[in-house]
């Protein structure tokens, strides 16, 4: 038989994701409470509650049904979400190798762009230190 402390682990965790990724949304946690609070079916207040562990009454089972409902959704739409960008990330990839394949040119003849009279940095250390001591 399912107990209270029960419930309340299966629907605390859950609940504190979507609120999380709703106050990410809205920009507003106590907007988010009200957005997650609305599509499980519940007030605003039980859902501070019960995430403020405070003591409030349980859970109804469409709550919990309908919680369990949205978080697995929320859980696709981030699993989509990641294939994406996945792919996105992919498709610049290849449009750089792409790019980098269109030059034609080969490794070691890129163009200097050191001029004839300049040393190099690490020649010019060694003076820069010196100086102090003149």
């Known amino acids: 038989m399912l107990t209270s402390s ?39 207040s039980w859902v501070r509650k019960v995430l403020g562990n405070q003591p409030v009454a349980e859970p109804s089972w469409r709550v919990v049904t309908n919680l369990i409902n949205e978080y697995e959704a929320a859980c696709a739409r981030l699993e989509e ?11 610049l990839s290849r449009e750089s190798h792409a790019v980098v394949k269109a030059e034609d040119r080969p490794l070691g003849a890129a163009k200097s762009v050191r001029k004839t009279g300049a040393r190099r940095a690490s020649g010019m250390v060694p003076d820069m230190v010196d100086e102090g001591r003149r």
């Open 6 to 44: 029960d419930a309340f682990s299966v629907v605390t965790p859950r609940l504190s994701l979507l609120v999380k990724r709703a106050e990410y949304a809205t920009g507003s946690r106590m907007l988010a409470y009200a957005n997650v609070a609305r599509a499980v079916g519940t007030s605003a």
């Open 81 to 91: 979400d990641v294939a994406a960008e996945k792919a996105r990330f992919l498709a």
